[in-house]
């Protein structure tokens, strides 16, 4: 079946260095994948996202990496800052507007 | 422009009741899904709703129901509430061009 799941639980980086966030999906014929950032108490929140036809894509402060030969996301956040403390989560669509969202990541942010 | 909102944000049922969650989707968004988050199950589509039509639907049991009304607003439905229906239900919309999502908050349900 379909899934995409995470490499590890919990991550935590100290304040002013990069975090790196993993994913591994299974899906091939997935052509669309989003990064979704959940605080506490508030619903996921849009981060970045890339198609199936970029490795890279760049926002503010955040790069999304796409590895379609090993099926493998990664989420790279530059400087990371306390507002960052977040759960993370990678997610893919296929067709049919299905969005299967990966277990998630805590990322703590030390100061 | 207003985000997505969900009512109620709260909500306490027993068992066997049937509740009702509304959503108002982001002003011109047509497309509106549905998800339950649970700690053990994560995040789990349950739907999705276009003008109007169910386009495509998780692995949910038929309790769990929807519908989308012509000003996109949509409500979901659960029947026969059980314990392990307990779980923050959240609300996306999109428009139709684009994949990216906005949720709203979410309905806190607890069923005792």
């Known amino acids: 079946g379909e899934s995409v799941g995470l490499h590890l639980p919990t991550l935590s980086v100290q304040e002013g260095d990069n975090s790196i966030i993993n994913c591994a999906y299974s899906n091939s014929a997935s052509d669309y994948f989003i990064w979704y950032k959940q605080e506490s108490g508030k619903g996921p929140q849009f981060i970045i996202d890339i198609r199936s036809n970029m490795d890279k894509r760049q926002g503010q402060r955040v790069t999304v990496l796409l590895n379609k030969t090993v099926k493998h996301l990664s989420l790279q956040i530059a400087a990371t800052q306390p507002g960052d403390s977040a759960v993370y989560f990678c997610?893919?669509?296929?067709?049919?507007?299905?969005?299967?969202f990966g277990a998630g990541t805590r990322l703590f942010v030390k100061a | 422009k207003a985000g997505v909102t969900q009512t109620p944000r709260y909500l306490i049922k027993t068992r066997g009741q049937q509740v009702t969650l509304s959503c108002s989707p982001i002003s011109g968004h047509r497309s509106v899904s549905w998800y339950q988050q649970t700690p053990g199950q994560g995040l789990q589509f349950l739907f999705e709703y276009f003008s109007e039509t169910q386009r495509n639907k998780g692995n949910f049991p038929g309790r769990f129901s929807g519908r989308q009304f012509s000003n996109s607003r949509s409500e979901m439905n659960v029947s026969t509430l059980e314990l392990g229906d307990s779980a923050l239900y959240l609300c996306a919309s999109s428009s139709q061009s684009q994949l990216e999502q906005y949720f709203g908050p979410g309905t806190r349900l607890t069923v005792t």
């Open positions: 997610a893919e669509r296929g067709g049919g507007f299905k969005t299967i």
